[in-house]
């Protein structure tokens, strides 16, 4: 914590620096204010971006780019590569190369080229006027901004865009001995900290969280470079994902080593003289019993969700409504907040998606109309997403679970099919969790209201298809499509079997 005392002293010692007037004034340089800025920009506003990262309590801070960038979906995916090329080169053998000696993995030389590679993914956008300040408002058209040096200027803006984003939730409800031991984990995302800190030494991980996605994603990418991870689970994984999806990605997991620890809820975390940490937790088998269990790890991170960060905007002081139970920013369809001029996009703004691309697209339309050349408003229907855990979970629309809540039952229609890639032949790999599943409406012309996919490449493959479920795609459309031979995306082009028929969906042959 005392990194953080000392970041606030520094807060304290104030100098005035002066007053700039701009169109727009963006507080937050992630992914969806840069775009919001750029856009602005380019239309002819005079645009402001003011960006801080207050350090933690272990003082793991970053740069410009906001957390997808730095310490989020960059670095994650080019992790969950790094775990996909170990599994590439067991499978290698089979294919006929020849690999001597045995293969490991080296942390710091990915780690090297990955920050190499950070500094080229963020910059200033061209034309508008960056300040690496601490911003918060005064009044609706006033923005005040500190640095850590202690230097405070004003900005004033016709319009201003609060696009903070969030940060990792903290465990409160238990013992914890040793924080800066934990730290680390308390950045859902910062797996990458973590193990910067260890190297080769974390050998042995508790992840305690998997209902957000992000838990699931890094215990599988140290699973993948030869770690020994385990995750905690208090109720169910990958929440408000279809949950028949979301058992076949953990089933995956669990196949490949992965040890789960379902319905259990950790209840102290304590530094032993080894350096280890020692867990413990309650283990809920019912409303009746319950047991207590523990265990030794290397490190533990925290993976139970994120906040806004929209501590010290004042923002409830100008009359900008925060949500009662989340904290968020209160937003209308046009991302206006409770102020009329003043608006939020992201991770910050209530019922929004957490995720980049929803905050960049919005972003950019916001721009548009602000300066007067749009009136399009951001759709967050059908918003296309992938889970990067080792076999891949991409959707797009509905799970199943929600087209029966709000179709019912008997008026959807679900085709499924349980897949082999051709890839797995030679390799004999387990394909019994590559599975695809499309929901649709049961009337009419069967409007597709969902689509599943776990297998490689998942990501890539929705992509495709979100633009087709977007314009309405049916599903005799999606069967009249001839399908690319051989790929994995072309089993959702000869899906024929419903659940409802109760026929075996293994597909066989060619």
């Known amino acids: 914590m005392a990194a953080f005392r000392r970041g606030c002293a520094r807060w304290q010692q104030v100098r005035f620096l002066g007053t700039h007037h701009y169109d727009l004034v963006v507080i937050g340089g992630g992914s969806g204010g840069l775009a919001c800025s750029r856009e602005a920009a380019q239309l002819g506003q005079k645009v402001a971006v003011l960006d801080h990262v207050q350090p933690s309590a272990r003082g793991t801070a970053w740069g410009l780019g906001g957390t997808c960038v730095n310490v989020g979906c960059i670095p994650k995916k080019l992790m969950h590569q790094a775990a996909l090329l170990g599994v590439a080169m067991d499978d290698a053998g089979k294919f006929g190369w020849s690999i001597p000696g045995p293969v490991s993995h080296d942390w710091w030389v990915w780690l090297r080229m990955e920050s190499a590679q950070a500094h080229f993914c963020c910059h200033v956008p061209q034309k508008v006027k960056y300040f690496n300040t601490r911003g918060s408002l005064l009044d609706r058209h006033t923005v005040r901004g500190l640095d850590a040096k202690g230097t405070e200027m ?76 385990s995750v905690m689970v208090r109720s169910v994984a990958l929440r408000g994902f279809d949950q ?41 088998r019912s409303d009746l019993e319950r047991v207590e269990r523990e265990d030794t790890f290397s490190s533990v991170l925290w993976a139970i969700g994120r906040v806004p960060e929209t501590t010290g905007l004042n923002l409830p002081q100008v009359g900008v409504q925060l949500h009662p139970d989340t904290g968020k920013i209160v937003v209308a369809t046009d991302e206006r907040t409770t102020v009329s001029n003043v608006y939020a996009i992201g991770d910050v703004a209530e019922g929004r998606p957490e995720l980049t691309p929803t905050a960049v697209k919005a972003g950019k339309l916001l721009a548009r109309r602000l300066a007067g050349q749009s009136n399009q408003l951001m759709d967050y229907h059908s918003v296309p997403t992938t889970v990067f855990t080792p076999l891949e979970y991409g959707c797009v ?111 066989t042959g060619c």
């Open 154 to 229: 004003t900005l004033t803006a016709r319009n201003i865009v609060i696009a903070t984003g969030g940060r990792p939730r903290y465990p409160t409800h238990m013992f914890i001995h040793a924080w800066t031991e934990v730290m680390f984990g308390i950045f859902n995302k910062v797996t990458f900290a973590l193990v910067k800190s260890h190297g080769q030494n974390l050998s042995r991980m508790e992840d305690c969280g998997a209902s957000v996605y992000v838990g699931l994603e890094c215990a599988g990418l140290l699973a993948g470079i030869g770690l020994d991870a």
């Open 397 to 507: 629309g509905l799970s199943e679970e929600s087209a029966e809540s709000r179709y019912g039952k008997d008026n959807i229609e679900v085709y499924h099919a349980f897949y082999k890639p051709l890839e797995f032949t030679i390799a004999e790999r387990d394909a019994s969790h590559c599975y695809v599943k499309v929901v649709c409406d049961r009337a009419g012309v069967q409007r597709v209201l969902g689509l599943h996919f776990t297998g490689p490449s998942a990501g890539e493959v929705i992509q495709g298809f979100a633009v087709s479920v977007r314009c309405g795609l049916t599903y005799a459309q999606l069967r009249d499509t001839v399908g690319i031979h051989p790929t994995c995306a072309e089993e959702l082009t000869k899906i024929h079997i419903t659940k409802r028929s109760g026929l075996d969906a293994t597909v």
């Open 244 to 284: 028949q999806m979301a058992q076949l990605v953990t089933g995956h997991m669990e196949a490949r080593g992965t040890r789960f620890h379902w319905g259990c809820v950790p209840t102290s975390v304590e530094k032993l003289p080894s350096g280890l940490l020692q867990v413990k937790w309650t283990e809920v």
